[in-house]
C-alpha cells in the first residue's frame, strides 16, 4: 500500500452543480484562489479569503466585509466550516478544556494548555493544543477514558484545524504547539491528519517541529506516515516493556507484536532522521516497577528515541493508581543509569478532566 501523500486537493466548486463544496476551511491559497475564480471572481479574492479564514477567524462568507454584497449573497450558504461551543472549562493551572459541536451534532473535545513564563518574563510564552482526530476511540485501552465511549466517525480535515483556531481565538494568543493527543487514533485517520498537518503548517503558521501526532502503532501505517518525510514529533504509546504486559493494557497490540511495531519505528528513524518519542504510562504496581524499567532500556538500546513517562491520571471506570514521586523517581533512575533518555510529564487540567487519558467528550 502506497504512502498517503501530503497534498490533499479539495474539491472545489462546480457551478453548474447544485451541491456545495466541502468546508473551505484546511484549504490551501493556491486551493482558494482556483475556487473564486471558478465562482467568476479574481484571483486576489483567493488571497482576502484566506487572510479572512486563517487570521480573522470568518466564520460565515457573508461577513467578510471587503467581497461585495451581491457575492456575499450568492456564497452566503457555504460552509467555511467552523464548530460552535458547547461547553467550556477552566482548570487552577490555566488549561482550558473544550468541548466542540460539530455540523452534525458529534461532540468532541479539545483542550487549551498555557504555559507560563518565569516571573518577569510576561505572563504566557507557549500556548499548546490538543487535538482530536476522530469522534470517539476504537483503541479501547483500558486506562483510558477515551476508549469507554467507543467510536463513530474519523474527523474531517477543518474539524481538525478548527480546534487550533477556536483555542487561538479564545486565547487570543498564537498557537506555538499542536499534539495529535486527543480523541482518537491519528493513523487510523491518515489522509485527514496529513493534509490537517499541511494546513496548521502551511496556513496557519506552525513549524513542522511543534507539531506532535501521537500512535498507539497500527500497523504498516508509521511506515507510510514516514514516506511523507515531515519533521514532525512522532510519538509512539509503548507503555508496557514486553508483549504480555502490552495486550493487558492495550487490546489491539494482541495483533501488533512489540517487535514488529519497535522495527517499523526503527524505519521512521531512518527514513526521517528524526527520533521517535516514546509514551510510557506508569501504573503503580503494573509497569511501574526497576525491572520494568530495565526491560524497557533494553529494548530501546541503539534506539534514537527519548521515553516520556506519564504518571497515570486517575478515570472513573478503572481502578489503578498513580505511583508515588519515590517510585517514578526510582524507574527514571534506572532508566539512565542504562543511557536511555528519559523526561516525566505531569499532566495539565487534571481538576478539569482534561488531562492525558481522561478526554472522553463529556462535561465530567
Known amino acids: ?19 456545495l463544496i466541502p468546508p473551505l476551511l484546511g484549504a490551501s491559497l493556491a486551493e482558494l484562489s ?7 471572481q479574481p484571483a ?7 487572510e479572512w479564514i486563517y487570521d480573522k477567524g470568518v466564520r460565515s462568507l457573508a461577513d467578510i466585509s471587503v467581497f461585495s454584497k451581491q457575492w456575499r449573497k450568492e456564497v452566503a450558504e457555504i460552509p467555511i466550516g467552523r464548530s460552535t461551543l458547547h461547553y467550556r472549562s477552566v482548570a487552577p493551572d490555566g488549561t482550558v478544556k473544550y468541548l466542540l459541536r460539530l455540523a452534525d451534532d458529534q461532540i468532541i473535545e479539545t483542550v487549551g494548555i498555557p504555559t507560563f513564563a518565569e516571573a518577569g518574563d510576561g505572563p504566557k510564552s507557549r500556548l499548546t493544543v490538543c487535538v482530536s482526530t476522530q469522534v470517539g476511540c476504537p483503541m479501547a485501552c483500558d486506562f483510558c477514558a477515551t476508549g469507554k465511549g467507543g467510536y463513530k466517525r474519523n474527523l474531517a480535515r477543518h474539524e481538525i484545524v478548527d480546534q487550533v483556531l477556536t483555542v487561538q481565538e479564545d486565547f487570543q ?13 491519528p493513523l487510523l485517520n491518515t489522509e485527514n491528519v ?39 514529533t512522532l510519538a509512539v504509546s509503548l507503555h508496557a516493556p514486553n508483549q504480555a504486559l502490552r495486550e493487558k493494557l492495550i487490546p489491539s497490540a494482541r495483533a501488533y507484536p512489540l517487535e514488529d511495531l519497535l522495527a517499523e519505528c526503527r524505519e521512521y528513524v531512518e527514513i526521517t532522521g528524526r527520533r521517535v518519542t516514546f509514551e510510557y504510562v506508569l501504573l503503580a504496581g503494573v509497569n511501574d516497577l526497576p525491572e520494568h524499567a530495565l526491560e524497557l532500556s533494553k529494548r530501546l538500546r541503539g534506539f534514537q528515541s527519548h521515553v516520556n513517562l506519564i504518571p497515570y491520571n486517575p478515570i472513573q471506570e478503572v481502578d489503578y493508581k498513580r505511583p508515588n514521586r519515590d517510585r517514578i523517581q526510582a524507574f527514571v533512575n534506572v532508566l539512565k543509569q542504562q543511557n536511555t533518555a528519559v523526561s516525566v510529564r505531569y499532566s495539565r487540567g487534571l481538576e478539569a478532566d482534561a488531562a492525558c487519558g481522561q478526554l472522553r467528550a463529556s462535561k465530567n
Open 1 to 19: 500500500m502506497s504512502a498517503t501523500p501530503l497534498v490533499s486537493q479539495v474539491e472545489l466548486h462546480n457551478p453548474a452543480k447544485s451541491e
Open 34 to 40: 482556483t475556487w473564486v475564480q471558478q465562482q467568476g
Open 44 to 50: 486576489y479574492r483567493g488571497k482576502q479569503l484566506h
Open 173 to 185: 494568543q498564537r498557537v506555538s504547539n499542536v499534539v495529535f493527543m486527543g480523541l482518537g487514533e
Open 194 to 232: 496529513l493534509a490537517a498537518l499541511k494546513s496548521l503548517n502551511q496556513d496557519v503558521g506552525i513549524g513542522q517541529r511543534s507539531l506532535t501526532v501521537s500512535t498507539v502503532g497500527i500497523r504498516d501505517r508509521i511506515r507510510q506516515f514516514a514516506q511523507n518525510n515531515l519533521q514532525i
